[in-house]
């Protein structure tokens, strides 16, 4: 293919996605329009976390850590640039262009994070990533409640409302065309056999240490992007919006939707966020409902809903069958 | 001086502790290869067994030594019951399974209790229980006795709580190395198939592994509530975090490694906090653990094996 094609090839999902995003932009009422923008950030959160704790088969439990690293990147810029103008733009492209900016910014703190934290835990087996990623989690709290740079346990307040529909559906696209992508690649394969059996991947020279950090650190910046957009969201930044509830929201979507599909994530973490906007009144039963949701999981179907298979797989299976009946004797 | 001083004996009192529970992860850790993460919230589940007890016998009122001990014993029953009970449910029937798959089950386990127990009370107990998530005191069962020697303090709670997490060890140590049990369970942990092989019941062993870790985190959470009567559901979290740590930085699956693992936490934490960064003290063992896999990841006593096909 020539690269002019393969450029186009990559931009095909936002082409088709750009159009009926605006669309939903315009017609959407306020209401619907922050659960909508929610549940896109979810679906980032999951879609991303399915790469490490999917694909790779590790297992991480501090995304929201990741998350919380790039939303005060992203907070801190947008609000040291509020006011001012980008130089031959109108206001609210210069705000657009900022925030830009601010997100890849966050993507990038985030990544570097998640390079600090992979790096010494992933030479290991998988469970050491999950109790390091955890403390990664209560400690970037403790760091934020002692840094009166980042405003401490009331955190970053009045920041502009910058996250739209448009926003997420495209920061949602690009986590999944991603995730899709990676898995078909070279990389993707490493990665899936690191999965299967990590001694045999290493034997047939697979470097597991190195694929393994690079997934965590592909994973860590997607989470910091959905963090830069989330405090966008709600116009504030406290630690509060990035405990270790909100990563096991994020696990219990991965492992419901199936570790290693990435249909699957997006749909748990879409049926999760509106399943959770009805239960909002007994927000209290909502952590132990998770914790139940996964342990009957675990000893019921461990593969989740859709295991590692994407949803396509499914729909088609059927017809697949019908032909093979045909053909028989 | 003085300072110096004081932080040792903080940082002992606080390392004993971490060294108690550490020494359950670490046993679980050798028999199912199973980080058993909740294992911080059997320790928080001990203190309010034990808070529970105190209650009911009424030690707040009238305190006598008779009742601290009973109150004790009865915290390590309930809470090795409970362990037993998490692993014949949770982790048994997925043994066989992905090691993934169980450490999952731990974590949903690990937030179970700690959420389960933050939800309102249930009306007709009687004892308030669930207990919510609002902090409650430990009733004190002795009238507490400070020293000052050298201008260091130390209370009699102190020197109690020492004495019995050394002797509990002492007596751990003689189970692990010199019973039948002990012999079991370290062959279980060499090779559970072999051992199984051999005549050894390793569901039996593996439950009283985890009688026995449990219980010890029993034991520690009353034996803190000497120094720090406060008593909450999230109690479990960062305690067992830093548990966890001391275990790994002894070498996970060693038995001695997780006492020495405790008391170098405890007192690293100690000093840093006390003499550079005091307000990042929980970051200190999280530093810690990164060190540790960095520089020497099977612990310090621990043997880095490698794996066989």
Redesign the interface.
């Known amino acids: 293919m020539r690269p002019v094609l393969i450029v186009l090839r990559s931009a095909l999902p936002f082409i088709f996605a750009l159009p009926i995003l605006l669309v939903v932009q315009l017609k959407i009422s306020p209401g619907w329009e922050i659960i909508l923008i929610s549940a896109g950030i979810n679906v980032i959160l999951a879609a991303s976390l399915n790469v490490v704790n999917g694909f790779t ?1 590790q ?1 991480s ?1 501090g995304h929201a850590g990741f998350a919380a690293v790039g939303a005060y990147t992203a907070a801190k810029i947008t609000t040291a640039m509020h006011g001012l103008q980008i130089m031959g733009l109108s206001a609210g492209v210069s705000d657009q262009v900022v925030f830009f900016l601010a997100l890849v910014s966050g993507m990038i703190t985030a990544a570097l994070a998640g390079l600090v934290v992979g ?3 992933l ?2 087996r ?3 990533l ?3 990623t ?3 989690n ?2 970037i709290r ?2 934020i409640e ?1 840094t009166p740079f980042l405003g401490q346990a009331t955190g970053i307040s009045g920041l502009p409302r910058l996250t739209t529909v448009l926003w997420v559906g495209m920061g949602a696209v690009a986590t999944i065309s991603m995730a899709r992508r990676l898995v078909g690649s070279t990389h993707g394969r490493a990665l899936l056999a690191i999965r299967e059996d990590e ?2 991947a290493e034997a047939m020279g697979v470097d597991t240490t190195g694929y393994k950090v690079r997934a965590f650190v592909i994973a860590s910046s997607f989470a910091g992007l959905a963090g830069g957009l989330l405090v966008h969201l709600i116009q504030l930044c406290t630690p509060r919006s990035f405990t270790f509830v909100k990563s ?1 929201e994020v ?1 219990v979507m991965v ?1 419901l939707g199936g570790m290693g599909s990435v249909t699957g994530s997006v749909v748990a973490a879409l049926v999760l966020s509106f399943a959770l906007e009805g239960l909002r009144e007994v927000q ?2 909502r ?2 409902v ?6 009957v999981l ?2 019921t179907r ?1 593969s989740g809903i859709f295991g590692t298979r994407e949803i396509w797989d499914i729909v088609k299976l059927p017809r697949r069958r019908r032909a093979g009946a045909e053909t028989a004797p | 001086m003085t300072e110096f001083l004081q932080h040792l004996v903080n940082g002992l009192s606080v390392g004993t502790i971490y060294a108690l529970i550490a020494l359950g992860y670490t046993m679980v850790y050798g028999v199912l290869k ?2 058993n ?1 909740a294992h911080g919230d059997v320790y928080m589940v001990g203190a309010f067994s034990g808070f529970y007890l105190a209650n009911a016998m009424d030690v707040g009122a009238h305190p006598s030594l008779g009742k601290a001990f009973v109150v004790f014993v009865g915290s390590m029953i309930i809470c090795g019951l409970l362990g037993v009970a998490i692993e014949r449910f ?1 982790y048994r ?2 043994r066989q ?9 731990a ?6 209790l ?3 127990f ?3 009370a249930i009306p007709w107990l009687g004892i308030p229980f669930p207990p919510g998530p609002t902090p409650r005191f430990f009733p004190e069962p002795f009238t507490r006795i400070g020293w000052e020697p050298f201008g260091v303090y130390v209370s009699n709670y102190d020197v109690v709580s020492f004495l019995t997490a050394v002797g509990l060890m002492i007596i751990l140590q003689y189970i692990v190395y010199r019973t039948r049990f002990g012999t079991s369970m370290r062959a279980v942990s060499f090779d559970s198939q072999v051992a199984g092989l051999m005549g050894i019941n390793v569901n039996r062993v593996i439950s009283y592994t985890f009688a026995l870790g449990s219980g010890l985190a029993a034991a520690a959470a009353l034996l803190f509530a000497g120094s720090r009567p406060k008593v909450d559901p999230l109690m479990g ?2 305690l067992g ?1 830093k548990a ?2 001391a275990a ?1 930085f002894g070498g996970i699956g060693n038995v001695p490694g997780a006492m020495v693992g405790g008391l170098a936490l405890g007192l690293a934490e100690e000093y840093v906090s006390g003499y550079a960064l005091s ?2 003290r ?2 200190i ?2 530093a810690f ?2 060190i540790v ?2 520089v020497r ?1 099977a612990g310090l006593f621990g043997k880095f094996r490698a ?1 066989k ?1």
């Open positions: 088969g297992f439990i790096m010494p835990s030479r290991l998988g469970d050491y999950a109790i390091v955890l403390g990664f209560e400690i403790v760091i002692n001694v045999a096991i696990v492992v209290q039963y952590m132990v998770y914790s139940l949701l996964l342990i675990m000893l461990p | 199973l980080i993460f949770a029937p997925l399974r992905a090691r993934l798959t169980s450490l999952i089950t974590i949903g386990v690990s937030f179970l700690e959420y389960g933050q939800l309102p979290l960062s975090i966890f740590v790994v307000s990042y929980d970051g063992a999280f653990l990164i896999l960095l990841p794996e096909v």
